[in-house]
């Protein structure tokens, strides 16, 4: 026990033991949140003749953020979407404010129910997943995949890939394309060449399907 001519002793002691009393208990806090990546949650459409859906006219991504926050309460499920979005390709991205989109599990057929009622369909949501490159040889350069010729042009687009990404994910059900396609090398040297074909970098979803291809003895996916 400190005397009382030991109290700048005892002062530091308890400083101490406070210190990480409080560090212990900031990190039970971020131990509850669940990360900005458990947290989000996409409404992806199936490609349908090439292209994938888009939203009905007068219906935006706020909408879709609105009918599921309804939905969920409705139904006395602890869940809320703060944020929504929508990619390039047309699919609904949302953020869950406080909750995982694994605890949300339970709450799919509700969901799909909902949006089903607000006219969309051929969907499905789902959480955000590792990603992996994919190295795919001899992919052909010509926007259209037919034809020899090709314009470094065709593919200085910020929509350039998006039929190219179409056909990939339509050829080879399961795989799914994350960001936007790029080309191995330089466009105008592979133009000097006169190539027709060149090797493309993909962002693909790691899923079952595609490390099912992966563990094949020559991986292989259409381009075309």
């Known amino acids: 026990m400190a005397k009382e001519g030991d109290k700048d002793v005892f002062t530091k002691v308890v400083g101490r033991a406070e210190k990480k009393t409080v560090a ?22 199936l490609c349908k003749k090439g292209f994938k859906h888009a939203l009905p006219e007068g219906l935006s991504p706020e909408n879709v953020r609105v009918k599921l926050n309804l939905t969920l309460t409705n139904f006395n499920i602890d869940g809320y979407f703060g944020i929504v979005g929508r ?64 314009k470094i042009e065709d593919w200085q687009e910020e929509n350039s890939f998006d039929r190219r990404i179409a056909d990939i994910e339509g050829s080879n059900p399961g795989i799914h394309i994350e960001a936007r396609p790029s080309w191995m090398g330089k466009l105008n040297i592979m133009k000097e060449r006169k190539q027709s074909m060149a090797g493309m970098i993909l962002l693909c979803e790691e899923n079952e399907y595609l490390k099912g291809i992966l563990g094949r003895d020559e991986p292989k996916v259409l381009v075309a």
Do not use: H
């Open 24 to 45: 212990k208990m900031m990190n039970v806090v971020r131990n509850q949140v669940p990360t900005l990546r458990e947290r989000y949650l996409k409404a992806r459409f």
């Open 87 to 150: 990619n390039r390709w047309g699919d609904i991205e949302l953020t869950l404010a406080r909750t995982s989109a694994v605890d949300l599990v339970r709450a799919g057929a509700v969901m799909t129910q909902a949006l089903n009622e607000m006219g969309l369909d051929e969907f499905e949501f789902v959480r955000d997943t590792k990603k992996v490159k994919l190295y795919v040889v001899m992919v052909p350069q010509m926007n259209d995949a037919y034809g020899r010729d090709w």
